[in-house]
Nanobody
Framework: EVQLVESGGGSVQAGGSLRLSCAISGNTRYQSCMAWFRQAPGKERERVASVRSVVGIAYLDSVNGRFTISKDKVNKILYLQMNNLEPEDSARYYC????????????????WGQGTQVTVSP
């Protein structure tokens, strides 16, 4: 069974940086899309960044240029480097895997982590 465990969240001031990690275990042979989502209180969960195989990196418009998604295939870790953080980035961040194309539909993703909290103060 596939398991995802996020880490790296915390509290920072606006303009600061954090790097989130998602450790992946289990058989991920058929998982072609790896993504980061976030959910703030009272808001829907939204896709922040995703990567499919060796091509197809996508970012939410509001984080493009500030966040970078990457993966360590050998150690099976997905990263999200977040720079120049803004209070609007405060949310719980989740990593997710899909055996299909990357998209925004939550049901497209078969596996989810428990999330890690990011809080950005003004």
């Amino acid at each position: 069974e596939v398991q995802l465990v996020e880490s790296g969240g915390g509290s920072v001031q606006a303009g600061g940086s954090l790097r989130l990690s998602c450790a992946i275990s289990g058989n991920t042979r058929y998982q072609s899309c790896m993504a980061w989502f976030r959910q703030a209180p009272g808001k829907e969960r939204e896709r922040v960044a995703s990567v499919r195989s060796v091509v197809g990196i996508a970012y939410l418009d509001s984080v493009n240029g500030r966040f970078t998604i990457s993966k360590d295939k050998v150690n099976k870790i997905l990263y999200l480097q977040m720079n120049n953080l803004e209070p609007e980035d405060s949310a719980r961040y989740y990593c997710a895997l899909s055996d299909m194309w990357c998209n925004d539909f939550l049901t497209n993703y078969q596996f989810w982590g428990q999330g890690t909290q990011v809080t950005v103060s003004p």
